[in-house]
Nanobody, 127 residues
Framework: QVELVESGGGSVQAGGSLTLSCRVS????????LGWFRQLPGKEREGVAV????????DYADSVKGRFTISQDKAKNTLTLQMNSLKSEDSAMYYC????????????????????WGQGTQVTVSS
């Protein structure tokens, strides 16, 4: 199975920055997308950013474009989300996720079916 472990969450003042990291293991040759999602209690999980492993292309939610940057380090099997100019509405539980070739079922976003999830890391932005 694929395993993902997030770190880097915390509390920050509006306008500040945080960097989230995700350690990814399992199915190294079958991952085709890695992404970040966020969720508030009672709300649906929202896609934040995605990177397509083969091409390196990325997509972002409109709400974070120009402020967040997703990147991957293939050699280290890590995924990073750099968050700048944070707003109070960015507060959420953030999850990293992986889409695996041949694994069916999961959350569909940006042409990827995400079925592997981390445990989540909390981000709190004070206004």
């Amino acid at each position: 199975q694929v395993e993902l472990v997030e770190s880097g969450g915390g509390s920050v003042q509006a306008g500040g920055s945080l960097t989230l990291s995700c350690r990814v293991s399992g199915y190294p040759n079958r991952r085709y997308c890695l992404g970040w999602f966020r969720q508030l209690p009672g709300k649906e999980r929202e896609g934040v950013a995605v990177v397509r492993i083969s091409s390196g292309s990325t997509d972002y939610a409109d709400s974070v474009k120009g402020r967040f940057t997703i990147s991957q380090d293939k050699a280290k099997n890590t995924l990073t989300l750099q968050m700048n100019s944070l707003k109070s509405e960015d507060s959420a539980m953030y999850y990293c996720a992986a889409a695996i070739t041949g694994h069916f079922g999961g959350l569909w976003q940006w042409g990827c079916t995400f079925g592997g999830w981390g445990q989540g890391t909390q981000v709190t932005v004070s206004s």
